[in-house]
């Protein structure tokens, strides 16, 4: 028989859409949404696709229920990712459902897995949140519906994502790509799993050739050039004791996340005959080629990790979630060695990494070594000043977020939530408001030349840890710049204008409301108000800065070339 299709009218702009799910819950395999809007009897609720198929749900008072094994026409909901759908019973508008912030926090927890046939096969239902910018792109990429207008960038929509699951039965043999019922995925699978054998088999051919002598030490990146941050901190350290006679260190900065397959191949090509001379490798940010590349055990990995602590999910803490690591094949599981800052960030980065707590290594970060050497900031706000001296007298406030966006090709900053002319209006006489927007953001607004006396763009060229040296208030949102400024100990801002959304789509470690050291905005009104009358909410940052460190002795470098390349670890 058929599958019945129902279809009833096309989605529309509705900016916020009507109705919101404020709290979920189930009850067997009943599943339960408390709704929230006006005139709710005046719309049919189904779930859906964003154009296409669309199945009734029950709704009662204020609550939609789904029998997640019965719905109609279907039974279970295929796989795939699906919208809960209002539609006004007199004009025929359909509208996703909104999820109100207080719902998506509980999200996690609604989880469910459904075993059958002897366990060898699962249901598996989980819960998302999707933007109105992704949401109505996939509107418009639809060649069967008009363009719509754009939903609201920041409104926040639920999607319940259904998969079928069978279990591995070799798993020694075969790859979790291949777990999946879908043929697109598991061709997918059989081209990683050749590439992956080929990259391999030159890497040991490779290695089998070249002498080893432990002698070896590469530094690299895939996401950054040139040399910076701890690497060249330990880099610098090397050489101040002379190992650079001693060893030969090798450098290899790219930015290989930007490039195409094709070139990504001939990148990885020419860094396997690298990677196999080398005893020691140090990285800084995620590598993707260490995914592919099986190291031999005499080949030391170390994670000398670019950001301190910070809010964002990255790695094992956003399992599950869009773009969550592989479950097994990651190339953070390789590690042999990660660096962190304190003892209290070792539960933190065995989330993010999975690697065993012995694994952590509580050294200290390189680049903090000699960071509040007070000779070292005297000479740098001396040659500072004798090139802007018109800020000599200005106390600084540096804005410096993260971006927006999914990574370094999507990344944009939404400047239409900065007021720029209310900015210097505040600065006065006082203030210069200096910009360091992240490296990720191309896009930085042209400053108007009315404003130039007191904003200033300082996104390329001085590094932002030499600024903090000049900086009197930080303003900031989900970065980890947070970790080396809270040395100097000065005020800090948090503008999350998308605090929520950005929270429960991207993912944190902590939320702000429960780790950031300073005082938190959402408006910039907000922002400017606090400045004026200086409510920083000092006591978060002494608290913040009593769990993040235990080790700033400026010896750092020094412990991880003693105790892992001099052979005492």
């Given amino acids: 028989m058929k599958k019945k299709r129902i279809r009833n009218g096309n989605f529309c702009v509705s900016n916020p859409s009507p109705i919101a799910v404020k709290k979920i819950w189930w009850e067997h395999i009943y599943l339960h949404m408390e709704v929230s809007g006006e005139n709710l009897r005046d719309y049919d609720y189904y779930v859906g696709k964003v154009t296409g198929e669309r199945y009734p749900l029950e709704f009662d008072g204020n609550e939609i229920v789904m029998n997640v094994v019965n719905i109609p026409s279907l039974k279970l909901l295929p796989s795939g990712k699906w919208l809960l759908i209002c539609v006004n019973k007199a004009t025929q508008q359909a509208d996703p459902l909104r999820i109100l912030p ?64 069978k ?189 065993p707590k012995d694994h952590i290594l509580p050294y200290g970060l390189p680049r903090l070594d000699g960071y509040m050497v007070p000779e070292k900031a005297e000479a740098f706000r001396k040659e500072f000043y004798e090139k802007y001296p018109q800020l000599k007298e200005k106390k600084i406030i540096l804005f410096a977020p993260t971006f927006r966006g999914n990574g370094q090709k999507t990344a944009y900053y939404p400047w239409d939530k900065v007021n720029f002319a209310a900015a210097y209006e505040m600065c006065g006489d006082e203030y210069a408001f200096v910009i360091k927007m992240h490296p990720f953001v191309r896009e930085i607004p042209e400053i108007p030349q009315e404003y130039r006396d007191r904003i200033y763009d300082f996104s390329k060229g001085t590094d932002i840890n030499e600024l903090f040296y000049v900086t009197e208030i930080l303003i900031t949102d989900f970065s980890s710049n947070i970790y080396e400024f809270s040395l100097q100990n000065k005020p800090m801002i948090f503008y999350a204008f998308d605090k ?67 052979g005492k670890k």
């Fill in 102 to 165: 207080e719902c998506g926090y509980g999200l996690d927890a609604l989880d469910k897995v459904y075993r059958y046939c002897a366990e060898h096969y699962a249901y598996v239902v989980t819960f998302g949140i999707r933007n109105g910018e992704g949401l109505t792109r996939e509107m418009n990429e639809n060649p069967e519906k008009p363009p719509v207008i754009v939903y609201g960038d920041e409104e926040m929509f639920l999607y319940i994502n259904a998969s079928y699951m």
């Fill in 167 to 355: 279990e591995n039965k070799k798993q020694a043999k075969r790859d979790v790509f291949a777990e999946t019922t879908g043929m697109k995925s598991h061709l997918r699978g059989i081209m990683i799993r050749s590439s992956k054998r080929i990259y391999n088999m030159i890497y040991q051919i490779m290695c089998k050739i070249q002498k080893r002598d432990g002698k070896h030490i590469l530094l690299m990146s895939e996401t950054r050039t040139p040399i910076g941050g701890n690497l060249k901190a330990l880099d610098d350290r090397l050489k101040e004791r002379g190992l650079d006679k001693e060893y030969t260190i090798s450098y290899s900065f790219s930015k290989t996340l930007e490039d195409g397959i094709i070139r990504q191949a001939k990148s990885w090509f020419r860094l396997l005959f690298l990677i196999a001379r080398q005893d020691y490798i140090f990285v800084d940010d995620y590598v993707p080629i260490f995914q592919t590349v099986d190291l031999i055990d005499s080949t030391k990995l170390i994670q000398l990790w670019h950001a301190g602590v910070g809010f964002k999910s990255v790695g094992y803490s956003r399992f599950g979630k869009t773009g969550s690591p592989h479950a097994t094949d990651s190339c953070h599981r390789r590690y042999d060695y990660a660096i962190v800052g304190a003892r209290g960030l070792i539960p933190v980065y065995e989330e993010v990494f999975g690697i």
């Fill in 500 to 566: 929520d959304f950005y929270q429960l789509t991207r993912g944190v470690h902590r939320r702000l409301e429960e780790f950031a050291p300073g005082k938190i905005c959402t408006t910039f009104d907000e922002v400017l108000d606090t400045i004026k009358n200086q409510d920083f909410e000092e006591e978060r940052r002494r608290v913040f800065i009593e769990n993040s460190f235990d080790r700033t002795d400026g010896y750092a470098s020094d412990r991880i070339i003693d105790e892992i390349i001099l």
